[in-house]
């Protein structure tokens, strides 16, 4: 089958993102906070791209109950919130206090911090203990990737079927297809190995960012 993908440009990039749901000023100035403040490790937040594409996501499934598990500096979660109703709630589990705390006030300028709230610790364990309640609709996950699939499991726990889970890094720029590396990628290939043939969900990868693993519970 031939590949129809189109190698994206900063030219094809910034007509994508001038067709999809805005950046607003917030938006960028947490991303300028973040390159300030944290140098080449800004490099951990999400792409444009994957933005909307999550505000999307959160409005299509009709989320109330969303969770993140790596929150960074919060760009995501900004994305995510602003995809929720009013009385949504996302739950922020993370294990740095210093760095989710550099995107709350953005949040707040936002007008969604009401909906965000930050759980600090080990996710494992937090995510584990902590009270929902309802279902969880939708779940982003961007965090130590050797636990991928122990998130998964935990969130699809504690949702119905249709619920979302999009995992980051799905394509670990490229090196999934190395079957000899090591570390992050060799974790995230297996990752999506097991996903892929994971009966409980519905799995599509998409070249998005750095690559996103859908799973839409069944």
Known sequence: MANKGIQPTDALMAYVL??????????RRLVEETERRLGDRAGMQISEEQGPFLTFLVRLVGA???????????????????GLDADGRLTCFD???????????????????????????PAAETLRAHPFD?????????????????????????????????????????????????GNPAEIRRFNDHMAADGRVDAVLVNVGDGLMLLRVR
Request: aromatic share 8%; with cysteine; charged share 25%.
């Open 18 to 27: 001038e067709h999809s749901i805005p950046r607003t000023d917030v938006h």
């Open 64 to 82: 109330r109950r969303a969770v993140e598990i790596g929150t960074f500096t919060g760009l995501s979660a900004l994305c995510i919130a602003e």
């Open 95 to 121: 294990l740095s206090d210093e760095w989710t705390s550099i995107g709350v006030p953005f949040w707040d300028e936002a007008g969604v911090a009401d909906r965000i709230e930050r759980v600090i610790g």
């Open 134 to 182: 309802g279902p969880v609709d939708f779940a982003f996950v961007d965090a130590d990737k050797g636990n991928y699939l122990t998130y998964v499991d935990l969130l699809i726990e504690r949702m119905e079927p249709g619920g979302l889970i999009v995992a980051d890094n799905a394509l670990y720029g490229g090196a999934v297809l190395d079957p000899d590396a090591e």
